[in-house]
């Protein structure tokens, strides 16, 4: 594993640029057109959640297997692990300037791919569009929630041991939590292409997931989509997990084997009432 340019561990006080109004908020894919083939996706279910700072995404084919009944990478097989590769989940930040929209990926469930992710950002009939630089492509997005209710943005403090960069991200009713790995993976094979070379080994396995992305409906926080598919169905997190740190500024969630510190971006809920809203 690598390093690059756009992986940091500690979003708690990078100076991210805000994002226009009109681009945050909840959204839905419904189409993505590449231009070159005339091929469309409607059936990739994708939920992008933007605040001024913080964003996060998910995109989950509809061929993805449910993988029922498991509980991590260790009850699956090599082929259900690659098969559960096709998901795209990233987060981090975005830069706008001029229309254009460059999302920097510090967590990302798959290998960067080498190319900057930009798009041209437009509101067409309500829906927001955004257009490859190049032409490449377009996707449409249906809203989902404007924000209007709530909106927040919390960045994982680094951990003293093994820190990595980690989001949630609030719009309403919903809530995306993101957790990336310690380490960036290198450009190169696709993150099926690792699983299946590392068949053998368990724990490259387990460091290939460590990362997760989960939206989940804030209420009884249940998982609706994960970059994990076992993660489905489940809390995102256990009934009174989540308390007060120092101050306002500070939510701290018992996490597996530690607390994961989140400290508020922007505006937005306190830690006192986003901890009462999430342990309910």
């Not at 259900?80 to 990302?108: Q, Y």
């Not at 053998?200 to 387990?206: E, I, K, S």
């Amino acid at each position: 594993m690598t390093t690059s340019r756009t992986f940091v561990t500690d979003l708690t006080a990078l100076d991210t640029p805000d994002v226009p109004d009109w681009v945050q908020g909840g959204w839905s894919r419904v189409l993505m057109r590449t231009t070159a083939t005339g091929a469309e996706d409607r059936t990739t279910d994708c939920i992008y959640l933007q605040t001024g700072s913080l964003y996060a995404d998910i995109r989950v084919p509809v061929d993805r297997p449910a993988l029922t009944g498991r509980r991590g990478v260790d009850d699956c097989t090599p082929q259900e692990l690659a098969a559960m590769s096709t998901v795209s989940a990233f987060a981090g930040w975005c830069e706008f300037k001029n229309g254009v929209a460059h999302w920097i990926r510090p967590i990302d469930l798959k290998p960067p791919s080498g190319r900057e992710d930009e798009g041209r950002m437009a509101i067409r009939d309500g829906n927001l569009w955004e257009y490859g630089l190049e032409g490449q492509h377009a996707e449409e997005y249906a809203p989902r929630g404007n924000g209007a209710r709530r909106k927040g943005a919390w960045a994982l403090a680094p951990d003293p041991v093994e820190p990595r960069p980690g989001v949630l991200v609030i719009i309403d009713d919903l809530i995306i939590r993101a957790l990336g790995r310690p380490q960036a993976l290198e450009v190169g094979n696709t993150l099926a292409e690792r699983v299946m070379s590392f068949a053998d080994d368990r724990a490259a396995l387990r460091q290939l997931f460590g990362c997760e992305l989960s939206l989940a409906i804030i209420g009884d926080l249940t998982v609706t989509r994960s970059s994990l598919a076992w993660r489905e169905g489940l809390r995102l997190a256990p009934k009174g997990a989540f308390r007060v740190g120092e101050g306002a500024d500070e939510l701290i969630e018992e996490g597996e084997g530690r607390p994961y510190r989140w400290r508020r971006r922007g505006t937005g809920s306190d830690a006192a009432s986003l901890a009462q809203l999430l342990n309910g």
